[in-house]
């Protein structure tokens, strides 16, 4: 087991190996009653290699001799380590691991800011936190490797601010190529690698495990220092850890031509002293070609702070345009909708004034060409202090409801079981807030019934007494239903940041159902909008990364058209836009957004005479194709906002640009 510990200079970290608690994986076979003398486990090796800190780490090696429960760590650094393990019954897999930057062992006493972050998660590969030996994150996948097999490994490291990402990649000989498993970001201080080591542990520890053989061959061992210049690593000091239930004497490393050995365990035997160095006599040519890139994350003056697809505008075409509500000298705002399953109703809520306000319903029997008067709620919705969101969720015995959000603190809930002919009245959902509750609610692939949704967050709402920090830090939050709608788990942040204030999480599935897209306005006005990713069901999220200015808005909806095309509605706030705080939408596809792409064009859907205040959109698509979109605008001059539905297919748009 690896266990980190810091010195007190705090000017570097020192790495000792510390056996003593449970791995990772197994779980270590507790022998009790060992007679005197007698050891339950192999004693741990290991290489540290002399090299100068670098962006780039690569390491090949074969493992001659293994037996189940063993570690064979190839590429480690003062943040974490990489190499293969063999688990039993022939499962062997590949392992990467990155520490939290603190002290302790219990992974759930680790601050949310403290935590190591997910940014890229590969296919099949499986994310955890762990803990008992330093706390970090871990990553697994199956990899089926042979004794004699040259296993290839490389180590990115990318800095940023005052925090390293680290990239794990491995080779794949089936696919001839490199699988890049994870990259973890943890705090660091803006270090890049340093400290480099590789190691051999038997994790098994049940007595039986000190007489088998565990040996492997380090070679080919490179570092890309931060000038860019490649050096080969041809001194390393051989070491050993020092617990009382290992054996002692059955440990070994050496040369073995130009490669560096490790051997632990049976009938090993030890050629050299501890804390010797051991030297390559003859030095690499050079380093492969090829290798995985250190990936430097995009800045904002990279991404373009306007965007070059064509603008279609019909904020001119009245023909689309149907009041859904206007009073004179009142504000309406915020809207937000629902489609019912027959294809044609459509219900709106959205509150009397500017997110405050007793909250409105109304009812389109018709796809939005004509809607009912203000209908009957219950009397405690002229409490609601914030916007309110309305939406479809279905039980696991098939059992359709509408719920309807009220934010702050407490967010509340109220519940339709008749698609919206009666409700309940506003209730809290739990001792938490926060703001636009819900920013998305969607049904996951867990079971059915099971839905999560996502909200924001300034500090000043998530609590009853909470307050802004300084500087004001965005916290996103997620939170979970089983039943189908009726009761949510108590928030767990997903990420938090003040250098930009992320917010209004507008989710989208993926055409193929496997990811999760979320887009975030960005409130500090200094970034375009940010998009974050899960492939596990919101289990984890990658970090937020920056939008083309083509998708930079607040309230991001989104809704697919029947040919596949997303159709998604915002306010504009785009730096270089000349629909600049309007009403607009992007069309384009769900790639477009993962590959960073501008998409295929904007619409410009109505002129709003305000600055910005404009556009918390609802969208809904008809069997028809029709898209029926409703928001609030100051549509007017001169008069408080009002409430708009516009009417159109891609098809429409589509002529305009021939």
């Not at 609610?441 to 307050?467: E, I, N, S």
Request: glycine residues 10%; contains cysteine.
């Amino acid at each position: 087991m690896h266990k980190r510990l810091q010195s007190n200079s705090g000017r570097a970290l020192l790495y000792s190996i510390w056996f003593g608690m449970s791995f990772c994986v197994l779980g270590m076979a507790m022998v009790a009653g060992l007679n005197a003398g007698e050891y339950r486990a192999a004693r741990s090796v290991h290489l540290g290699y002399q090299a100068p800190a670098a962006d780039v780490f690569y390491v090949e090696m074969a493992v001659d001799k293994s037996t189940d429960g063993s570690y064979f760590m190839a590429c480690g650094w003062d943040t974490g380590y990489f190499g293969i393990q063999e688990l039993g019954k022939g499962r062997k897999v590949a392992i990467f691991s990155v520490w939290d930057p603190t002290r302790g062992d219990d992974p759930n006493a680790v601050s949310s800011e403290d935590r190591v972050e997910l940014l890229h998660q590969g296919d099949g590969v499986r994310i955890r936190r762990f803990g008992g030996e330093g706390t970090g994150g871990q990553c697994m996948t199956d990899f089926d490797w042979q004794i004699g097999q040259t296993n290839r490994f490389c180590v990115t490291a990318t800095v940023q601010s005052n925090k390293t990402a680290y990239a794990g990649y491995i080779w794949s000989p089936d696919q001839n190529a490199w699988k890049h498993l994870v990259t973890f970001r943890t705090r660091t201080g803006g270090r890049p690698l340093a400290g480099f080591y590789s190691f051999i542990e038997d994790f098994r520890r049940d007595v039986r495990s000190v007489q088998d053989v565990r040996r492997a061959r380090y070679f080919n061992v490179w570092v890309r220092t931060t000038n860019g210049q490649w050096q080969p690593v041809t001194r390393a000091r051989f070491t050993a850890s020092g617990a009382e239930w290992e054996s002692k004497e059955n440990i070994d490393a050496g040369l073995v031509g130009t490669q560096f050995y490790l051997a632990t365990g049976g009938d090993t035997k030890m050629s050299r002293e501890l804390r010797s160095f051991i030297e390559l006599t003859a030095v690499p040519g050079a380093p492969p070609a090829s290798l995985p890139e250190p990936v430097k994350p995009s800045s904002s003056a990279q991404l373009q702070r306007g965007y070059s697809i064509p603008l279609i505008d019909i904020a001119s075409e009245t023909n689309r345009q149907v009041i859904v509500d206007r009073e004179p000298g009142q504000y309406l705002g915020h809207p937000s909708t629902v489609l019912l399953e027959d294809g044609s109703t459509i219900l709106c809520v959205y509150p009397k004034g500017h997110g405050k306000g007793a909250i409105v319903l109304k009812r389109s029997t018709d796809g939005g060409r004509t809607w009912s008067d203000r209908l009957p709620v219950p009397e405690n919705w002229t409490t609601s202090l914030e916007t309110p969101t309305i939406h479809r969720v279905v039980d696991d015995n098939g059992r359709k409801r509408l719920i309807v959000w009220s934010g702050l603190y407490p967010a509340r809930l109220a519940v339709s079981e008749d698609d919206g002919v009666t409700w309940t009245p506003l209730q809290p959902a739990g001792d938490w807030g926060g703001i636009v509750v819900m920013g998305s609610v969607v049904p996951l692939k867990t079971d059915p019934g099971h839905y999560l949704a996502m909200f924001h967050d300034d500090g000043r709402y998530f609590t009853k007494d909470g307050r802004q920090s300084d500087p004001v830090v965005f916290r996103l939050y997620q939170t979970l239903s089983k039943d189908g709608g009726l009761t949510w788990s108590f928030p767990r942040e997903i990420w938090h940041g003040s250098d930009v204030h992320l917010c209004e999480p507008g989710i989208i599935r993926s055409p193929d159902g496997k990811q999760l897209a979320a887009l975030l306005r960005e409130n500090r006005r200094v970034r375009n909008s940010h998009v974050i990713f899960s492939n596990d069901e919101g289990q984890t999220w990658s970090a937020p990364r920056e939008l083309p200015g083509a998708l930079t808005g607040d309230r991001h909806t989104a809704k697919y058209a029947p040919d596949g095309r997303l159709f998604i509605s915002f306010r504009d706030t785009t730096f270089e836009s000349p629909t600049k705080g309007d009403w607009v939408a992007w069309v384009g596809r769900y790639e477009d957004i993962v590959a960073g792409r501008e998409g295929q064009y904007r619409v410009r859907l109505m002129d709003n005479h305000h600055a910005w205040d404009c556009a918390y959109p609802g969208v809904e698509v008809l069997p028809d194709g029709t898209i029926v979109t409703v928001t609030y605008g100051h549509w007017t001059p001169g008069e408080p906002p009002y409430i708009v539905c516009v009417r159109l297919k891609l098809a429409e748009l589509d002529e305009k640009l021939k």
